[in-house]
């Protein structure tokens, strides 16, 4: 089983809670045992909170956000179209023309379609004999 050093800190500091440690000592304990890869102090204290909690499971969380469904084969189909018909036209556009955030139009152009602006117009990073 292959544990990670933070969950191995974790690990340590429920069994010293459970044992009724403070949390100061635990965390003084833990930085003579870990030294520099010790986590932080403000981090002991908030595992120490959450084990004194109830909380059992020394994982992370899963994470809650919505996940990044605008970056897709569709949206970036349709932001290419965009570009192709009107090389003048701004993220800002694109964006409220399709519905997408600013920063997901902008990371469809510039990390999946690999376009960057010059004097106005957007081309791509590698242009081709046609493009020349």
């Known amino acids: 089983m292959d544990v990670d050093i933070q ?37 002991v204290f908030e595992w120490c909170g959450h084990f004194r909690s109830g909380r059992q499971s020394v994982g992370d969380d899963v994470c809650v956000g919505a996940p990044h469904m605008a970056i897709m084969d569709l949206n970036i189909s349709r932001v290419e179209t965009c570009i192709l018909a009107d090389r003048r036209v ?40 046609e493009h020349k």
Do not use: C, M
């Open 7 to 43: 969950q191995e800190q974790r690990i340590v500091i429920k069994f010293l809670i459970a044992e009724g440690v403070t949390s100061a000592e635990i965390y003084s304990r833990l930085s003579v045992v870990f030294q520099n890869d010790t986590i932080s102090r403000s981090r």
């Open 90 to 129: 701004t993220v800002r556009e694109i964006a409220n023309e399709l519905s997408l955030s600013v920063g997901s139009v902008e990371t469809i152009i510039h990390e999946q379609l690999k376009f960057f602006k010059v004097s106005a117009r957007w081309v791509p990073k590698q242009l081709t004999g």
